[in-house]
Every structure is written in C-alpha cells, then in structure tokens.
C-alpha cells in the first residue's frame, strides 16, 4: 500500500528546478561507481588467480544480485510498451524509477563480479566478454536514465537503446551461464530430434581433442576430465590458470606448476585434491560431487603408472581388469569424403590393381588408405613377376599374406620396400634366410610368420632388431625349439 | 511372371537338349522367337517404365532422406561378383570365424563352472526359490541338486578353472577367453540355435554367417564364403534354417559341405562329360539367365548365374580344400582326424584347411550334447563323455594349429551351445531317473572365443554358487554377436539390410552392448 500510495506522489511535478538539481546531482553521483567498474574491469582484469579473501566472499554473491537489474531493465520496454495505450499510460511514469533501480543493481552486481572475477582464479575470452558485457549494460541504464524524460520521447533512438540493451542483457547472461554452467548448457541436453532439425552440432565429446581410444589416458582418465575438470579447467574457462583438455596442458599444469607428476601419486596435487574430503578449501571439482571410487582409482592407477599417454589400455600390470580394459566401445564415423581425399593418391593404381588382380587386394577398412594383399588365394598362380606390380602402392600396404605361393627371395627388395608392413605372412613359400635378411628396415613390423620354410636360426639375431616385432612364427622350419637365441626373442617364437 | 516366362520358352522352336547348345543357336532361337508384338509390346511398356522411372526416385525415400544420421555403409557390388571383398567399416582384428556349435547345449557344470558349493550340497533338495516362477523343459516337483560329475581343476598360466573332460583343451587354455555369464531367453533348442545363430528365435532371418559374408564378401572366389560342415548324427533341431541368409540375397547363404566322399553333391562332371563341354553349357545357360534377368530383372536370377559359375569354379578348389588325405599322418594324428568318415575331428581339419584358403565363416556343428539322462546316449557319465571326447582332442589341434601358422592372430573361434543346463538333477515325471542328467538353463551359460582380438586367457561375469544365475555381467547373445561383429570391424547397428520396412540386423531391435571387457 505504502509503495503505489507513493509513486503517484513522485511523478507529480512539484518544483521542477529543485527536482532538476536533485535528480542532476543523484545522476552524476551514480556514475561515480559505473566509472569505477570501467575501470577495474580495464585496468585490473581478472588473471586466472584464486585469491581466498574477502574479495571472493563478497564476490560469490555476484549470481545471487545479478537478477535483479536484469530484471528491473528488461521490465523498462514492457513498461515503455504497454504505457503506450492510454489505459495504461500511468506506467509510464515508473520507468524512470525502474532505471535508476536497474543502475544501482547492475553497478552492485557489476562490482561483485569484478570480486568474483578477479579472486575466483578465472581467466580467458568468456569471462572478459561477460565482464565488458556487464560494464557496458551499466552504462546503457545509466545512459537511458539519464536521458530523462524529454529525450526519452525521441522514439526511435530510444527503442534502439532499449533493444540494444535487451541484446546486451541476453548475450552477457549467456555468456555468464556458459561460465557457470558449462560452454554448451543450452544445447547439451538438446532432444536428437531438434537436434537435427536445428542443425545443432552435438559437441557434448567433439570440443575436446580426441585421444587414441587404445591408450589408458585415452579411454580411461580423458573421458573423466572431460566429464568432470575441464569446465572449469577447459578451453573457455581455466580457472587457476590449469587446462585439462589435452594431455600436454594437464601435464603443463596450472599457476602454482604441474599438477600430474608421473609416478608419484602423493606428490600430484590433482591426485590430492580430488580425494580431500568435499568440504575442504582445496577440494576438487569445487562445488561439486566428488569423484567416484572409480575414477579416483582410474587417475590413481594412471599417476602410478607414468602418466603416459601412449600407455596400452592394458598395459598397467596388476590392475583390475575393470580399469585396464576400455570401459565402452566408440564407433568410429566414416566419412567418405575423407577417405576419397586420403586415397587420391593411390586410388587408381589400386583400382587399377584390383582389376588385374581380383579379390586379393583390399583397403583396410573403409576409412583408411591403408593396404591388405592376400595372394594366397592364387596359390602357384601368383610369383615374383606378380608381386612386382604392387610397386606402385608398397607403401600403403600393411598387412601381405603370400602364403602358398610361387614367391621367392628375389622378391626380398620388393617386400622390402612395403615399409609399413605389419603382418606379413610367407607360410610354405620357398623363400629362406635371403628374404628375411632383407627385412631390417620393416619397423611396424608385428607379426611375421614362416612356418613351413627352409628359415634357419641365422635370422634370429636380424629379428630381435625389429622393434615392434611381437610374434615370429617359425614353426616347421630349421629353426628348433628350445635352440639358442637373443634374449629380446624369447616369449615371440611360436611353433 | 512364370507364367509368361513358360510362354516365352514355348516359342523358342530350338529343343536345347537335342543340340550341343552352342550361344549362336540359342541367341538365333531367341531372334526367331522375338514378333512384331514383342516389338510392339516393348516399345509402349518400354515408354511407360522410363517414365515411371523417373518418378520412382522421387518416390524412394534413399537412406539420408530418412533421417539416418550418417550415410548408411555402401554393400552393393557387381552383380556377377557378389562375393567380393568388401573392407570393413573400420581396421578388424578379425579376419574369419570358425564357429564350432554344440548342439544339444553342453552342460557348463561338467565343464567349465566350478562350483564347490553345489558338490557340497549334491542331492539335496533344491530350495523353492529356485522353482518360483521357472519353467522348466522336463523337471517337476522338486528337483535335487547336482554337484559336477567331474573334477575340476585349475589350468595352464591364467590359472582358469577347467574339468578333467577336456585335457586338449585344457592346453590351449590360455589362449582362451570364457564368458560364463552368457543368456538367452530361449529354452527349447530350435528357437535357441536360431537365436545363437540368426539373432532372432523365429523362421527367416540371415544368419550370422550370412550377415558376415555380406559384409566382407570372401578373399577366395573359388570357394564358398560361408560353408557348414556336420560332423554326421543327427541335424540341429534349428534345421537348414542356422545357415540360411534369410532376407538377405541367397547367395550368401551358408553351404554345406560333406567331410567326406563328394564334399559337395554333384558337384563333379558326369562320367562322359569333359570340363571344356560342362564351360559351353554353362556359358548357354548363362545367356539364357540373363535374357531372363534382363526380362523380368530379378535379383535371384543373378544370383543363379553367379552359383553356377562359382560351382564351376569350385570343381577343382573345393575338392582340393576339403581332401584331407593330404595332410601328413602327424596332423591326423593331432587331430585324430580318420580320411573317410564324418566326424568333428575331420571337419576340425577341414576348418584349418578352408580358414588357410580364405573361406570367411566357417561353421561347424556336433550333436548330442542335450545330456538330460533319459537313456544312455544323453547320460552325463556316459554319452557326454564321448561328446567330449569326440571334441576335446580335435577342438584343442584346431586351436594349436591356427595357432602355430600364426592364424589365430585373426580367425576368431567360438565354442558353445544354445543355452546352459540346470544345477538340479532331471527327474522327468517327477521320478528318479536311471541315467544323470540335467534339464535346460537359459538363464546361465558359458562359451568361449579365442583369437582374432578376444583377450586371450580371461574369464568374464560370474554365476552364483550354484551356477544357476547370473550375478556379474550378464551377456546376452545380441551382445555376442555385436561383439563378434565388432571384431569383424562392423558396428552392429550399420551392417544392415533393409527389408520390410525397417534397417535389419544381426543385432534385431534391442539394444546390443560391445563386451568391451573380452577385447584384446
């Protein structure tokens, strides 16, 4: 009762000079402060460091003012509106009132997100948008007020003010919950369909570079970080001047230094403050549930182990098996574009290839430019001479299977030059020590397999120099098991 | 359709069977036989189909209009190839299966599961629980329970538990990866067999070699790329219908051979006919099939000349693939194979020989594993143990086998049955039986894969302590067959074909997890 018995009582014209010198006065103070947030903003922007003082405590409650002046602003159009039909004229007169309201909050709520700002250890594009955003919305309402009632008249103007201030208001509060609650909260939870039908991209995975889904950061710490550090600690906001996002900055760490030191578990302040208990100061993901026992034992294991990024999801001795395998199995997406563009420079002689040679020459998968020839399928009908028209596209091959067939040692520089070998398969050909002696320079070389051939233990120590050799199937030739040979072959040897 | 085809051969005034059947005579038979109201006929038909044509691809919805996320995986291929390599959606780990099926369902229990609690509590009285809500194929009232038959013990590195049934086995164990939490909701074996092999319990469905051959096509065209092997006994109760390819093209159905004699019936040239004469007949044929094709333009008749041309072809491929007095008497001996006779341990034999060839799925089945105890035959202690020794010795040289040529790098091997079999003991009638014997369990079975990128020397989920449910990660057989695809490098949900209005798959409609756990 108190309030709209008042509001009459203020638009009523009393004495217009006395009125003019209050109101110039009162103007002219508040911009006071808009200037002082202008400048903080310019001259102390926040720098990515957390600063636990009164600063912080005053700004946390930035979220809890902020509404009111965005309220209070966008209440003016809907007052400037409406008041045009005579009925409803009388509002009209508030709007000076809702102005002022909407300045004094925003500048308040302007300068406790300076605090928050500048003492919550946040840096990067979205805060400074946010910042200028708010700074600017304050000079708006400071500026529509201030044009006073005549000006406010100029119709056009000042419509673009206003609608320039409803933008202004929509984008920094976008900005602002992309701060709080993450880049893409508006579309994360966006139904497929509409999805689709909007040509929203679904990049809930895609912002963050993907790591090789067959290493242990890959398939088991990224998918972590990516759901629950990076944001805060991602490409739009990195608090503490940390980014987990890649694996080079979660090891470049933040601004008090690495925070992952490989092998020591204890010494790794991410390990530390992911298992504080969740009301400590240092806790992390602050403001949030604590990680699972899972994953702490994920990064646990991870730390232990090097905290490598090419380490084999496997390859942690000892471990559960539930945290060595890969949790879910991703598809890969084909694009056929992409595989066209990465075969261009083989396509024809390979299409020429399978012309001439049917059904024995493969792409590896649908993707992929790589190679598969399995001549074992011609049997006797496939030699040296054969084999010399894969020339052209040695080099794409990875996996030969010339089992069975009439190929020889003269074919040794041939299968030489398929550099990118990593399964190669001579089971019952009469190639001997000649071809393999050939083969030092195979480096991706895993499986070799020359099981029924005159092969003698003089390639052993050739073979122990092949760095990715994992298999050497020697079974049926002169080489016998249990028979001396370099240490680095032991466990490789199957007959 | 036939009726006017039967019409279109009645004008044809040459008798083939009279004439050598030379391409000149029947493309001259077919001129002479071609009216003024074939012209006419063609020419306003003809009209008529290119206009509608260019309607019809307004009118068919392709696959991106449809609002398929991605572009749907291309499967098309010439149609006189349609067995042709095909690259696999992404890089696999596998190259070929060798699916061995035991029919009947081979009781986990004697076997695989060791379950010192239920030895403990043999022959006593099943506890309710167990009965409420079950159905049950044979038992009724309350069942006893039956302990293991066999003693188990643990084998080679990986320290898995194994009976004493199955010493070969045994030796390979750790190449071996057991999932013993398997399920199915089929408890009567036909509808099971086809769930385990076609993805679906009913009539008509590809099966699962049919799906793969598809996919992949096969790297040897003188040879079939899916090819069923019986170890003689008796048929699946599935029947042909666990190779069959379904609504898929029926090329790509399985074909079955014979481990012995002719492996595939009249496959061979009649005495008197030489192979130079049967390439002139086929070759008329051929034209004869494609006027057809061309006539009418269904995809069968295609697929018609494609098996009469890999037939031929297969004449002198075939036979040599599957003659195994080839092989010395030491792989006999590993083996236990014996030239001559329809066996497991021949078909075994047979396997490596078609997998060496480049045969993509090769499918065989033994029988007699449905060890309820009614007679001797079906005993636990008696006909199960020839079943397992019938097996056991070949299934263990397969895997050491593929192993030493470096095979089992990429052909994947599956041993199982349809479903599991019951901790209680059968009391069909609610009486005591003469013989030992268990009931079916759909609810818990193992079966286990090695090679071809399976995590080799593993066991996955768990049973309870009667082996009776499961408590930890439960696979159903969608998820096997996802599994199994993926290593193949399909995701399940993109090998599919459309028919009767919907994208099918192996995987049917359910969703189907990758057991990620089992992967290498």
Not at chain 1, 310 to 320: C, D, E, Q, R
Not at chain 1, 381 to 392: P, Q, S, T
Not at chain 2, 248 to 275: I, M, T
Request: with cysteine; proline share 6%.
């Amino acid at each position: 009762m108190n309030v709209s018995s008042r509001i009459p009582d203020n638009s009523q014209p009393s004495s217009n000079q006395g009125r003019f010198l209050v109101r110039f006065r009162l103007g002219f103070a508040l911009l006071a402060p808009v200037l002082v947030v202008v400048m903080l903003v310019a001259v102390f922007p926040p720098d990515g460091n957390e600063r636990a003082n009164w600063f912080q405590f005053i700004g946390r409650f930035h979220p809890l003012v902020v509404h009111f002046p965005i309220a209070f602003f966008l209440l003016v159009p809907i007052l400037e509106i409406v008041g045009r039909s005579g009925r409803f004229a009388h509002l009209r007169l508030s709007v000076d009132f809702v102005l002022a309201l909407a300045t004094i909050g925003g500048t308040t709520a302007a300068i406790l997100g300076w605090c928050l700002g500048r003492s919550g250890g946040y840096s990067g594009r979205l805060i400074t948008q946010h910042m200028w955003g708010g700074v600017a919305l304050c000079l708006v309402c400071w500026g529509c007020w201030r044009m006073g009632t005549r000006w406010r008249k100029l119709g056009a103007a000042y419509a673009m003010v206003l609608a320039l201030g409803t933008g202004l208001v929509a984008w920094t509060g976008y900005r602002g919950g992309q701060l709080s609650l993450g880049p893409n909260h508006l579309t994360e939870q966006m139904p497929t369909g509409l999805r689709n039908l909007l040509g929203v991209k679904d990049d809930r995975e895609a912002s963050v570079p993907i790591a090789d889904p067959n290493t242990f950061y890959g398939a088991r710490i990224q998918p972590i970080l990516s759901a629950r550090c990076i944001s805060c600690h991602g490409a739009d906001k990195h608090k503490g001047n940390l980014r987990l996002d890649s694996y080079r900055a979660s090891m470049r760490g933040g601004k008090d230094g690495p925070v992952i030191q490989a092998g020591n578990i204890q010494g790794s302040d991410l390990f530390r403050r992911i298992t504080l208990p969740a009301g400590h100061d240092d806790f992390m993901p602050k403001g949030k549930s604590p990680l699972s026992v899972d994953q702490v034992k994920a990064i646990e294991l991870w730390i232990g182990a090097g905290a490598s990024d090419t380490l084999a999801v496997g390859g942690i001795k000892n471990a559960p098996p539930a945290f060595t395998a890969p949790a879910e199995v991703k598809f890969e997406e084909i694009d056929p574009a992409a595989a066209v563009k990465l075969r261009a420079a083989i396509g024809p002689a390979v299409a020429q290839l399978q012309r001439q040679f049917p059904s024995i020459l493969e792409y590896d998968s649908r993707s992929s430019a790589d190679l598969r020839l399995n001549a074992s399928t011609l049997g006797s009908k496939f030699g040296d001479r054969e084999l010399d028209a894969f020339a052209a596209v040695a080099g794409h091959i990875i996996a030969a299977d010339f089992s069975r067939t009439a190929v020889t040692d003269h074919s040794a520089a041939a299968i030489a030059t398929m550099k990118r070998l990593r399964v190669l398969r001579l089971i019952d050909t009469g190639v001997t020590d000649e071809t393999l002696l050939h083969l030092g320079n195979l480096a991706e070389l895993e499986s070799l397999d020359v099981y029924g051939t005159q092969v003698t233990p003089a390639v052993l120590p050739m073979m122990a120099k092949l760095p990715r050799l994992a298999h050497f199937y020697a079974g049926q030739t002169r080489i016998r098991p249990g028979g001396s040979m370099p240490d680095s072959l032991s466990g490789k040897l199957v007959f | 359709m036939s009726d006017s085809a039967s019409a279109m051969r009645s004008r044809i005034p040459v008798d083939l069977e009279v004439t050598s059947g030379s391409r000149t005579e029947v493309k001259r038979a077919l001129l002479q036989a071609q009216t003024r109201r074939h012209f006419l006929r063609s020419l306003g038909g003809g009209l008529g189909t290119v206009f509608l044509g260019t309607l019809a691809s307004n009118l068919v919805p392709s696959a991106k209009a449809a609002g398929s996320e991605t572009a749907a995986l291309d499967f098309s291929r010439d149609p006189g190839t349609p067995l042709s390599p095909l690259p696999p959606q992404f890089p696999a780990k596998a190259r070929r299966v060798i699916y061995l099926h035991m029919a009947g369902a081979p009781s986990q229990l004697e076997l695989f599961e060791h379950k010192p609690e239920l030895k403990r509590l043999d022959g006593q009285d099943c506890p309710a629980s167990f009965l409420a809500g079950k159905r049950f194929a044979f038992i009724s009232g309350v069942p006893k329970l039956l302990g293991s038959q066999y003693p188990f013990h643990q084998a080679g590195q990986s320290g898995q538990w194994i009976s004493d049934r199955l010493p070969h086995i045994e030796k390979q164990v750790d190449d071996i990866c057991f999932i013993r939490s398997m399920r199915t909701d089929q408890f009567n074996h036909a509808p099971a067999q086809l769930l385990v092999q076609t993805g679906n319990p009913r009539l008509g469905y590809a099966s699962f070699g049919s799906w793969v051959v598809y996919g992949l096509g096969t790297e040897n065209q003188n040879l079939p790329g899916f090819i069923v092997l019986l170890s003689g006994g008796k048929t699946p109760d599935g029947g042909k219908q666990l190779w069959s390819s379904g609504f898929l093209p029926s090329v790509y159905q399985g074909v079955q051979c014979r481990s012995h004699g002719e492996p595939v019936l009249y496959l061979d040239n009649p005495q008197g006919v030489s192979r130079e004469l049967r390439r002139n007949m086929l070759d008329t044929i051929d034209d004869i099939n494609q006027q057809t094709y061309a006539a009418f333009g269904n995809p069968e008749t295609v697929t018609r000349i494609a098996q009469y041309e890999m037939a031929f072809r297969m004449q002198m491929d075939a036979t040599d693939a599957m003659d195994i007095r080839k092989e010395p008497d030491s792989v006999h001996a590993q083996y236990g194979s014996k030239p001559g006779e329809a066996s497991f341990a021949n078909n075994c034999l047979v396997a490596r020989r078609l997998a060496e060839r480049g045969v993509r799925f090769i499918q065989l089945y033994h029988w007699g594993w449905d060890s309820h105890g009614a007679d001797a035959k079906e005993a636990l202690n008696i006909g199960f143990n020839d079943r397992c020794r019938e097996v056991d010795q070949p299934t263990g040289a397969l895997l050491a086998d593929l192993r030493s040529r470096g095979l089992l790098e990429d052909t994947l091997v599956v041993w199982g049955g349809e479903f599991g079999r019951t901790p209680m003991r059968e009391n069909r009638g609610g009486q005591e039986m003469k013989y030992v014997g268990r009931d079916h369990n759909p609810g818990a079975f193992t079966i286990w894969l090695a090679g071809g990128g399976v995590r080799a020397g593993i066991a996955h989920g768990e049973t309870d302590d009667m082996g009776y449910e499961i408590v930890k990660d439960p696979v159903e057989i969608r998820d096997l067959h996802a599994t199994m695809l993926y290593l193949l490098g399909f995701d399940h949900h993109k090998l599919n074909f459309r028919f009767q209005g919907l994208e099918q798959k192996l995987t049917s409609v359910k969703p189907a997890r990758v057991v990620a756990e089992i992967l290498a």
